[in-house]
C-alpha cells in the first residue's frame, strides 16, 4: 500500500534557523505532491505543491519543496524561519488521477522559539 | 469568500448511536472530499463527492457514508459507534472540472469533533 513518511515529529529551533522537514512515499507512479500546514487554532492549509515542470517549488511565506523522483522525496526548506511558522506540517501524495484522494504523512510538529 | 463551514463543531455521542455531520463547500467548488483525523492514524481519506457521485473511497468500512446534494453541499453519516470513531472529522473542497481529476489544491474546514463515549 502507498505510504508517505516524514522523518521527524517534533523539531524545535530558534528563530532565523533553516529548516528542511523531510518526506518520503511509497510509490512507484506518477503523484502530485502537496506540504500542507496547520497554524494554532487554525484549519489545514496549502503551502505548495508539485504536479510536474520545474522540481523545486516555492510556496506561500518564502517556504520551497525539492521534488527527487529518484529518491521518492518531497523535503520542504525555509531558510530563516520565524516564530509565525509554529505549526504542524503535512506532506501529502496523491495518485496521479486519484480524485483528491492524498495519502497523508503523520505530520512534524515545529516549534521555533524567539 | 466564505471558507468551507462544517456543522457541528463538537459533538458526543455513545457507542451504538449514529451521528451526521454537514458540510458546506467554498461557493463554485464542487468537489467535497473528506478525511478522519485522529492522534494514532492521522489524516485518512473517507470518500469524495463530484457532481452528487463518489469518485472515490477510502479503507473504512460500510458503517461510514456520505452523499452529496445538487448544491453540492455533503454529508457524512457513521452508523453504531464505536469509541474507535472518536476524531476530527474534515471536510474539504475544491474546484474541480468535470474532465480533469484533480486541480491541486483542498480547501479544509475546521472540522467537526466527535466524541464517543
Known amino acids: 500500500a502507498q505510504s508517505v513518511s516524514q522523518h521527524n515529529h517534533h523539531v524545535i529551533l530558534s528563530e532565523a534557523a533553516s529548516l528542511e522537514l523531510g518526506c518520503n512515499y511509497s510509490y512507484g507512479g506518477t503523484v502530485n505532491l502537496f506540504w500542507y500546514v496547520q497554524y494554532p487554532g487554525q484549519h489545514l492549509q496549502l503551502l505548495l505543491k508539485?504536479?510536474?515542470?520545474?522540481?523545486l517549488v516555492k510556496g506561500i511565506k518564502g517556504f520551497e519543496a525539492e521534488f527527487i523522483k529518484s529518491k521518492f522525496s518531497f523535503n520542504l526548506r525555509k531558510p530563516s524561519v520565524q516564530w509565525s511558522d509554529t505549526a504542524e506540517y503535512f506532506c501529502a501524495v496523491e495518485l496521479s488521477g486519484g480524485y483528491n484522494k492524498l495519502i497523508f504523512g503523520a505530520g512534524t510538529r515545529l516549534a521555533v522559539h524567539p | 469568500k466564505a471558507g468551507v463551514t462544517q456543522t457541528p463543531r463538537y459533538l458526543i455521542k455513545t457507542r451504538g448511536q449514529q451521528v451526521t455531520l454537514s458540510c458546506s463547500p467554498i461557493s463554485g467548488h464542487r468537489s467535497v472530499s473528506w478525511y478522519q483525523q485522529t492522534p494514532g492514524q492521522g489524516l485518512q481519506f473517507l470518500f469524495e463527492y463530484f457532481s452528487e457521485t463518489q469518485r472515490n473511497k477510502g479503507n473504512f468500512p460500510g458503517r461510514f457514508s456520505g452523499r452529496q446534494f445538487s448544491n453540492s453541499r455533503s454529508e457524512m453519516n457513521v452508523s453504531t459507534l464505536e469509541l474507535g470513531d472518536s476524531a476530527l472529522y474534515l471536510c474539504?473542497?475544491?474546484?474541480?472540472?468535470?474532465?480533469?481529476?484533480?486541480?491541486?489544491?483542498?480547501?479544509f474546514g475546521e472540522g467537526s469533533r466527535l466524541t464517543v463515549l
Open positions: 508539485y504536479f510536474s515542470g520545474d522540481p
Open positions: 474539504a473542497s475544491s474546484f474541480r472540472l468535470a474532465n480533469r481529476r484533480n486541480t491541486g489544491e483542498l480547501f
